[in-house]
């Protein structure tokens, strides 16, 4: 389930991250820009996954080494861990290049969650120092939110509404063999009236 908002939000901060990258181009650096998401599915009435992706991006113009991503923003009082972890490194990102990571939680509480940015930390060569970049924050879940239940034949509706004037264009070349292919009565009553 994609949310319009997010994805603008994505392309607004690549954008920018593309600006400013032609500012970082001289001084010969990596730019590291980071993009989360998440999407809910509803396993059942009292359970619902969370699915993380987060996607780095090298807009510099240089290899960063020593990557490491941290997810840590969601509290264990209210989300289990199902697969993958909240934590990956990686040994570079070379410049243009683009790293995904991506895990699974279970919600143990309902209510809206707002997460945190992930941490993305990286070494560039010509500083001692790690570097810390800043994914994009996720839009607020409603976990195990109350839905109103499907209405009967709202799939009728939905097939109608896809299908409406095929359905109709069958219907008529239905009806009309019927009428052709069907003695009427009139010509019955003659037949029986001729014995």
Do not use: C
């Amino acid at each position: 389930m994609a949310h319009p908002i997010i994805n603008a939000l994505a392309a607004i901060a690549l954008i920018a991250s593309l600006f400013l990258s032609s500012s970082h181009a001289s001084s010969d650096v990596p730019f590291i820009v980071a993009h989360k998401k998440a999407t809910l599915s509803r396993i059942n009435s009292a359970a619902e996954r969370v699915s993380v992706t987060i996607d780095i991006y090298n807009q510099g113009t240089s290899t960063a080494y020593d990557v490491s991503l941290t997810d840590d923003g969601w509290p264990s009082d209210s989300f289990s861990l199902i697969s993958g972890s909240t934590t990956k490194s990686w040994e570079k990102l070379d410049a243009g290049g683009i790293l995904s990571h991506t895990f699974e939680l279970e919600a143990n509480t309902k209510g809206v969650f707002a997460g945190e940015p992930a941490v993305i930390k990286f070494r560039v060569p010509t500083k001692a120092a790690l570097q810390e970049a800043l994914s994009t924050p996720i839009l607020p879940l409603d976990v195990l939110a109350d839905r109103p239940p499907e209405k009967k034949f709202e799939w009728a509706k939905r097939l109608l509404a896809k299908y409406g004037s095929l359905i109709s264009v069958i219907s008529i070349i239905v009806l009309f063999i019927y009428l052709v292919a069907t003695p009427s009565k009139s010509s019955t009553k003659g037949s029986k009236k001729r014995r």
